[in-house]
């Protein structure tokens, strides 16, 4: 069968009977299987779940029920977010055969919304990485260019998505991981606003910055999974009701930060988002320079808060309570020591990124540089939250390039730091909590492009509508 | 402040103390690796002495929400299946509780 392009001929197919809920889903699974051994964006198939869930579907419809939107729908998810029965490990060493033991809340609810859970996606260990090559369980590969990188740490979402292993997938954003590989990939990736998604059983990286989101080949796709994912939960305790704001789109000003255009920046890229944002002004919208003066310093105090969360959140991996235990641990017969059992657990079952900003975390809390480094990012981050409370007085949305440059080579950034350039442009809306999407925008060399929408906190309706606007003139 | 002679450099003896912090044990060619990979990240973050604070109070966090209480109710979370599902994959465990190598002579 021809595999649907979208959520929405899917959704027709299965009503017209064009083809049925499982032959849809066998015909996922079969593709996945033969292409994921160059690709690896699938760490495991779901495939008993996702059968017992299309017969449900197929019954519905034989039943001559109407099905919702997303009833029958192949969604991948992101391996640090925990499916019921199934192994998460984060793209770990150290949670190798874990076996989650319930639904993550956004799991929960895109099953009650009849959606197919296929399968969980590869990612950076941890979620911590720009290109997922950091997994304990080998680089994913870019479908543009198999030798280039997916973006990260979502690249196996992402890749799932472009190569249509999936209609649309669930990934975490903790510094631009949803948006930096859909950009990478030239799909659509959106970051809500903090606290409008539950994190309930999303593996922990760093608490007030990660958000879980969808990531799909088209914007109606892209909230028809967020409007499923979305709301408050008693679960987790950061979450709030997304309120309903009544947008206008007519006469809106758009912001363009002229930070986000400088050194850095590929030029080939540049002069496409600019062509792009151009189209903005074709059709109405007031396109006003502004300034974010202290973006400058948001990559050093992301850097600074990110690891810091990290390291406590990470603590809990200790060889005692579950996942890999290092044998020196193999009490009680031997007479190793609890301190050795964590050290050996540690240092064996995480990779190199996740060991370097756990010590770069501890370092930037310890005694006598909590104050240098700890306290000072959290207050340029205050700093950089009231830039964007400033500069939405005055215009209704920004524009940015969702990454400096396009997909690098795998293995071409090998000093950390300039791999932690790369989310340069998206770090800032996690600090600030906003809610911000990239959309595909053309390409620079042959690769994909993102364009950045940034809104206002809590108007992510507002973000979705513009991106769609946008995705409307860039046919 | 940052000041300079303060964190510029991280020798090897602080990312041995942090690792022994941190519960992760390194061997010498790692050690002298993460020194450098963490001093020029450290240098990085110098960057931030540029910006004027002193009037600043720092956040934590970006909802404002606080003091966020729910009944306590262990039926919620059925209790007994997902802990069940939890101490069974304990590395070590006798009856329900984690095991841990002896602490004490």
């Known amino acids: 069968m021809n595999l649907p392009e979208t959520i929405e001929q899917a959704h027709e197919g299965l009503m017209k009977k064009e083809f049925s809920c499982i032959e849809l889903i066998r015909a996922y699974l079969d593709k996945i299987k033969k292409e994921n051994k160059e690709l690896n964006d699938f760490l495991g198939l779901t495939e008993d779940l996702a059968e017992k869930q299309a017969k449900k579907v197929d019954d519905k419809i034989s039943r001559r029920e109407k099905i919702g939107p997303l009833e029958g729908i192949p969604i991948a998810v992101k391996d640090n977010i925990l499916v019921k029965d199934y192994e998460v490990t984060a793209g770990s060493k150290i949670l190798k055969n874990y076996i989650a033991p319930y639904d993550a809340t956004v799991v929960r609810k895109l099953k009650e919304a009849g959606a197919i859970i296929i399968g969980k996606t590869n990612l950076d260990e941890f979620a911590m990485g720009s290109s997922t090559e950091n997994s304990a369980f080998g680089v994913v590969r870019n479908p543009v260019d198999t030798t280039r990188v997916p973006g990260g740490s979502s690249g196996g979402s992402a890749v799932a998505v472009a190569a249509n292993h999936c209609l649309g997938a669930l990934g975490s954003d903790t510094g631009g991981s949803i948006r930096q590989p859909a950009a990478f990939c030239g799909i659509i990736g959106f970051k809500p606003s903090y606290g409008v998604v539950s994190r309930y059983g999303l593996i922990a990286m760093a608490s007030s910055l990660d958000q879980i989101g969808p990531l799909a080949r088209n914007v109606e796709d892209t909230r028809l999974i967020f409007d499923a994912i979305k709301g408050k939960d008693s679960f987790d305790s950061t979450t709030i009701e997304a309120k309903d704001f009544k947008n206008s789109t007519h006469h809106l000003r758009v912001g363009i930060p002229k930070e986000f255009f400088s050194e850095g920046i590929d030029r080939e890229l540049r002069e496409k988002v600019e062509k792009e944002i151009n189209k903005f002004s074709e059709v109405g919208f007031e396109i006003k320079e502004i300034s974010l003066p202290y973006s400058e310093y948001a990559l050093a105090a992301y850097y600074i808060v990110m690891p810091a969360e990290v390291s406590a959140n990470l603590a809990r991996y200790d060889g005692v309570k579950y996942g890999f235990s290092h044998p020196a641990g193999d009490h009680p017969k031997g007479g190793a020591s609890l301190l050795d059992l964590y050290l050996k657990t540690r240092a064996e079952g995480f990779g190199n990124e996740t060991r370097r900003r756990i010590m770069l975390g501890t370092y930037v809390l310890s005694a006598g540089y909590r104050d240098a480094y700890y306290h000072k990012a959290q207050k340029v981050r205050a700093l950089i939250k009231q830039d964007f409370e400033r500069v939405f007085k005055e215009i209704d949305f920004i524009l940015t390039p969702t990454t400096p440059t396009p997909a690098f080579k795998i293995g071409e950034k090998t000093d950390p730091l300039s791999m932690y350039l790369s989310d340069i442009y998206t770090v800032p809306v996690n600090l600030a909590g906003l809610p911000a999407i990239s959309v595909p925008c053309g390409k620079a060399d042959r690769l994909p492009v993102g364009l950045q929408i940034i809104g206002p906190q809590f108007k992510d309706d507002l973000v979705l509508e513009i991106a769609q606007i946008y995705e409307q003139l860039h046919q | ?105």
Not at chain 2, 44 to 49: A, D, I, Q, R, W
Not at chain 2, 60 to 69: A, C, H, I, K, R
Not at chain 2, 83 to 92: S, T, V
Request: aromatic content about 4%.
């Open chain 2, 1 to 105: 402040m940052i000041s300079k002679e303060q964190v510029s450099r991280i020798n090897s003896e602080q990312v041995e103390h942090i690792a022994r912090l941190a519960r992760i044990e390194l061997t010498e060619e790692e050690r002298e690796k993460f020194t450098k990979e963490l001093s020029s990240i450290l240098d990085y973050f110098e960057k931030l002495s540029k910006v004027d604070t002193s009037k600043i109070e720092g956040i934590s966090q970006v909802t404002g929400l606080e003091d966020v209480m729910r009944e306590d109710d262990a039926q919620k979370i059925k209790g007994s299946e997902t802990r069940n599902k939890i101490l069974e994959q304990a590395p070590q465990k006798k009856g329900d509780y984690f095991q841990v190598p002896k602490i004490l002579e």
